[in-house]
Nanobody, 126 residues
Framework: QVQLVESGGGLVQAGGSLRLSCAAS????????MGWFRQAPGKERELVAAISRNGGSTAYADSVKGRFTISRDNAKNTVYLQMNSLKPEDTAVYAC???????????????????WGQGTQVTVSS
């Protein structure tokens, strides 16, 4: 089992940047694919970005392509989400998620991730 703790959320003006971090417990982080999801009030949870266990493959929502970058440091048991050119519509609670994988497959559905952090609020003002 892995425990996930996010940090780095906050309030930023439109056009600004934030970097979210998700620290994982345990010694098997490198066997987990990781994802970032977000949920805005009144909306369903959606994938933002995901990364394979070795970091070699990634997936992004169309709405964030070219603005957000997911990365991971397996030596530090941490996955990151660099968010640039933020827009008010990016406002949401962002949560990281992890799922054990036996290949470099990149899961994109929330039900493929059994482990979740508590989430961190990102608010983008116009």
């Amino acid at each position: 089992q892995v425990q996930l703790v996010e940090s780095g959320g906050g309030l930023v003006q439109a056009g600004g940047s934030l970097r979210l971090s998700c620290a994982a417990s345990g010694r098997t982080f490198s066997t987990y694919a990781m994802g970032w999801f977000r949920q805005a009030p009144g909306k369903e949870r959606e994938l933002v970005a995901a990364i394979s266990r070795n970091g070699g493959s990634t997936a992004y929502a169309d709405s964030v392509k070219g603005r957000f970058t997911i990365s991971r440091d397996n030596a530090k048991n941490t996955v990151y989400l660099q968010m640039n050119s933020l827009k008010p519509e990016d406002t949401a609670v962002y949560a990281c998620a992890g799922g054990l994988q036996y290949s470099n497959y990149v899961p994109t559905r929330s039900n493929e991730y059994p482990y979740w952090g508590q989430g961190t609020q990102v608010t983008v003002s116009s």
